[in-house]
C-alpha cells in the first residue's frame, strides 16, 4: 500500500468516522446506529442495519489559474433486511426515516462544526450536504433488504501547484 493518502481517500475516511459515531436510541439509551460502516464491497456485515461508503462522482471547476473547485461525490448505503421474523415491517420502515434524518443532521452538523477538518486537518473543505435520497429494495436468495441510497457532496478548493 503506498505512504500516499490522496485527499478524496482522507475526505472518505472522515466520512465513515463520522457515520461510524452517529448514535440512535431506541428506547432504552443511545447505542450506535449502525452495526458496521465499511468503505468497500468486499467486506460483510456484521450485523444490521449497516452501511457502505462508496465512491459515486468527482466533479471540478477552475475557479482561477491558481486554483481549482472540487466536488466529491460519495454513495451512502443503508442496508436492512426485510425478511426478518422478529420485526415488524412497518418498524424498520420508521428506523430507516429516523437514521436516514440522523445522517443528514449529522452531516449539516458536521459541516457547520468542521468536524471533516477537525478529523483531519488536511481536507479544508468547504462544504458538506446530503444532496439526494432515494430507497429502494432488493431481492435476492436471501430474502429481501430495505435500501437508501444517500449521495453525499463535499466540496473543497485546492491549491494549484
Known amino acids: 500500500m503506498s505512504s500516499y493518502k490522496g485527499k478524496n481517500r482522507r475526505i472518505k475516511d472522515a466520512l465513515v468516522t463520522i457515520l461510524s459515531?452517529?448514535?440512535y436510541d431506541t428506547g432504552s439509551g443511545a447505542e450506535p446506529a449502525f452495526v458496521s460502516v465499511?468503505?468497500?464491497?468486499?467486506?460483510?456485515?456484521?450485523?444490521?442495519?449497516?452501511?457502505?461508503?462508496?465512491?459515486?462522482?468527482?466533479?471540478?471547476?477552475t475557479s482561477s489559474n491558481s486554483s481549482k473547485d472540487h466536488v466529491v461525490s460519495f454513495a451512502?448505503?443503508?442496508?436492512?433486511?426485510l425478511n426478518s421474523p422478529?420485526?415488524?415491517?412497518?418498524?424498520?420502515?420508521?428506523?430507516?426515516?429516523?437514521?436516514t434524518d440522523l445522517i443528514i443532521d449529522t452531516t449539516e452538523h458536521s459541516d457547520y462544526i468542521g468536524k471533516?477538518?477537525?478529523?483531519?486537518?488536511?481536507?479544508?473543505?468547504?462544504m458538506m450536504d446530503v444532496?439526494?435520497?432515494?430507497?429502494?429494495?432488493?431481492?435476492?436468495?436471501?430474502?429481501?433488504?430495505?435500501?437508501?441510497?444517500m449521495n453525499i457532496d463535499i466540496s473543497y478548493?485546492?491549491?494549484?501547484?
Open 116 to 126: 471533516l477538518s477537525t478529523i483531519d486537518p488536511l481536507i479544508q473543505n468547504w
Open 157 to 161: 478548493s485546492k491549491d494549484v501547484y
Open 86 to 99: 422478529s420485526e415488524i415491517e412497518s418498524n424498520v420502515y420508521n428506523r430507516m426515516y429516523d437514521l
Open 76 to 81: 451512502v448505503i443503508m442496508h436492512f433486511p
Open 38 to 61: 465499511l468503505d468497500n464491497t468486499k467486506d460483510e456485515f456484521e450485523g444490521y442495519p449497516a452501511v457502505r461508503v462508496l465512491p459515486n462522482t468527482i466533479a471540478s471547476t
Open 21 to 23: 459515531g452517529i448514535t
Open 131 to 149: 444532496t439526494s435520497v432515494r430507497w429502494h429494495i432488493a431481492s435476492g436468495k436471501s430474502g429481501s433488504l430495505l435500501l437508501c441510497n
